[in-house]
């Protein structure tokens, strides 16, 4: 039986780096506990992931969220290098992570998105004629950030509106106007070939910003049996998303308006925290954490159980 010796890389430059050091150390403490040899580095930009050797090392774990951790520069690299990997290949992350391609890919499978504005230019931006597209409320994102950084709820403020494009603008990738639309926010995690039990989201802010999902003490999920239709529905987009981009797992981000699953984003690289929803989910797909862990970086059965 081959030996396994993995490389855990995680911290990252991104918005994202201290949920990506959380999920590090979970996943450390899951190998440790399956007596995998493994090591831990805190990368802190994309030249100190190029510089370091993997040399004895089998395969690496990528810890990271956002930046190049998840946008396919990692996954490049180590294509380039042959060395296996979770998650996906560099061209679904690279789509995933832009989210104005991940909505051209919905939209072409006929899913349901928000109504949205694409800009690379703040200056092309005019209030007037947003409002005029997409009504009186409406979000502001940065294209290519996770975790609701650079996003805001616009609400016929002209002030308002000029700070979040510019906070948007200042990631560098572009800028994503949606119409708001409101509704139950879900969780939905597929894995291996199957959709995982829902989770719905509760949150007291106007939508689910950064705070609601970190800061925040009254955020809670909580499992939610979905009306057979729209499972049906929902499960059915999930699976063609993942055959068509050729994912093994994710999470994705999903409000129900008016009956509809709308999706919002997909996560390649899902937080892996004690606090995080994919392992719920897998969990109550009878999956362990370690299990999960294993799954993951194909170290383990590919297989799950029916609920």
Same mark, same amino acid.
């Given at each position: 039986m081959k030996v396994e010796n993995i490389a855990i890389i995680t911290g990252g430059d991104s918005s994202e780096r201290e949920v990506a050091l959380q999920t590090a150390t979970a996943v450390s403490q899951s190998f440790t506990r399956l007596g995998i040899r493994h090591d831990v580095f805190d990368v802190h930009n994309y030249k100190h992931l190029v510089d370091l050797s993997f040399k004895g090392y089998s395969r690496v774990f990528l810890a990271l969220h956002g930046g190049f951790g998840e946008n396919g520069m990692a996954q490049s690299l180590l294509k380039g290098l042959s060395i296996p990997h979770n998650g996906p290949t560099p061209q679904a992350s690279a789509i995933c992570m832009d989210k104005r391609l991940t909505k051209h890919i919905a939209k072409g499978l006929e899913i349901e998105v928000p109504e949205y504005l694409f800009f690379e230019n703040p200056r092309a931006v005019s209030f007037e004629d947003v409002k005029q597209r997409l009504g009186d409320r409406f979000i502001v994102k940065a294209n290519n950030e996770g975790c609701s950084v650079g996003v805001a709820l616009i609400e016929d403020s002209r002030a308002d509106f000029?700070?979040?494009?510019?906070?948007?603008?200042? *990631?560098?990738?572009?800028? %994503?106007?949606?119409?708001?639309?409101?509704?139950?926010?879900?969780?939905?995690c597929y894995f291996h070939g199957k959709v995982l039990p829902s989770f719905a989201v509760g949150f007291t802010t106007d939508f689910f910003s950064y705070e609601a999902k970190f800061l925040s003490e009254d955020t809670k999920s909580w499992l939610i049996e979905l009306e057979p239709s729209l499972k049906s529905e929902l499960e059915s987009n999930c699976i063609?998303?993942?055959?068509?981009?050729? %994912?093994? *797992? *994710?999470?994705?981000?999903?409000?129900?308006?008016?009956?509809?699953?709308?999706?919002?984003?997909?996560?390649? %690289?899902?937080?892996?925290?004690?606090?995080?929803?994919f392992p719920k989910a897998c969990l109550e797909q009878g999956i362990s954490f370690d299990q999960m862990v294993l799954m993951l970086n194909n170290l383990g059965p590919i297989e799950l159980i029916d609920t």
């Open positions: 000029q700070t979040s494009i510019e906070s948007a603008f200042s *990631y560098k990738n572009g800028i %994503l106007i949606e119409r708001f639309i409101s509704g139950q926010e879900l969780s939905v063609r998303i993942a055959q068509v981009l050729g %994912l093994d *797992y *994710y999470r994705a981000d999903i409000i129900i308006n008016n009956g509809k699953p709308y999706l919002i984003e997909l996560n390649t %690289l899902p937080g892996l925290t004690s606090h995080s929803l």
